[in-house]
């Protein structure tokens, strides 16, 4: 399915995986302190709607563990991110804050999860879509290894598709992109491309979240297994 998208995409063929990782592991010491307080609405929210599925999470793009301490004590967790400097903070926020409900952390692909179909009840993605190499593939990813019944939670940032505010993204798209963001090339159109492309998927709810309402909170269900009368 990424393919359709990959020359829409502006420039997302010299976007890779090593990108990524370089960027995230020179983010990882002042990470928390840069994005704490921006992103912390937008991480509540996110958070309280797994919180209420319940069950098994993976949380994919973990980063320093800054959500951990916000789920509740009953759910399993279990977080996965592209960079190795991202989780030797996690591991460190575990330890010291006694997190029991985590499984395990690991370096893992976005785009290649190593974990068997339907293996989630959530999964969370927070400021990880636009971060990956081929979001289309990273989607079909999550909704892969989401059991019937369960939630895939994303936020992102959504770019505008026409006027002014789609004119500066593009201007700013290669500033940014060296650091690991992408402010031009994932707009509402591709969300609903996807989500129209893959089968036994509903979006439940697209909520604005702050900073200044240019990222979502969108929740998409995953359709239950049909129980034979």
């Given at each position: 399915m990424a393919e359709i998208f990959k020359l829409?995409?502006?420039?997302?063929?010299?976007?890779?995986?090593?990108?990524?990782?370089?960027?995230?592991?020179?983010?990882?010491?002042v990470y928390d302190f840069v994005?704490?307080?921006?992103?912390?609405?937008g991480r509540k929210a996110?958070?309280?709607?797994?919180?209420?599925?319940?069950?098994?999470?993976?949380e994919v793009g973990v980063g320093t563990g800054i959500s951990l301490p916000q789920y509740a004590p009953h759910l399993r967790i279990f977080?996965?991110?592209?960079s190795e400097a991202m989780l030797?903070?996690?591991?460190?926020?575990?330890?010291?804050?006694?997190?029991?409900?985590?499984e395990?952390?690991?370096?893992?692909?976005?785009?290649?999860?190593e974990f068997p179909d339907k293996s989630f009840d959530v999964v969370m993605a927070q400021y990880v879509v636009t971060a990956v190499p081929n979001p289309e593939a990273a989607l079909d990813e999550f909704a892969r290894v989401l059991r019937p019944g369960g939630?895939?939670?994303?936020?992102?940032?959504?770019?505008?598709?026409?006027?002014?505010?789609?004119?500066?993204?593009?201007?700013?798209?290669?500033?940014?992109?060296?650091?690991?963001f992408r402010t031009a090339e994932f707009t509402w159109s591709r969300y609903a491309l996807?989500?129209?492309?893959?089968?036994?998927?509903?979006?439940?709810?697209?909520?604005?979240i702050p900073p200044l309402g240019h990222f979502s909170l969108l929740r998409i269900r995953k359709a239950a297994i049909a129980v034979a009368a």
């Open positions: 829409g995409g502006g420039g997302q063929l010299d976007f890779d995986r090593a990108t990524v990782e370089q960027a995230y592991d020179r983010w990882a010491p994005f704490g307080g921006v992103f912390s609405k996110a958070i309280q709607a797994a919180n209420k599925v319940g069950g098994r999470v993976l977080g996965t991110d592209i030797r903070k996690a591991k460190r926020r575990i330890n010291n804050l006694g997190l029991k409900n985590v395990n952390l690991a370096v893992m692909d976005a785009e290649k999860l939630e895939l939670i994303i936020l992102t940032r959504i770019s505008a598709d026409a006027g002014m505010r789609r004119f500066i993204e593009r201007r700013l798209q290669p500033v940014v992109r060296p650091l690991g996807w989500l129209t492309a893959t089968r036994k998927i509903e979006l439940v709810e697209n909520r604005p």
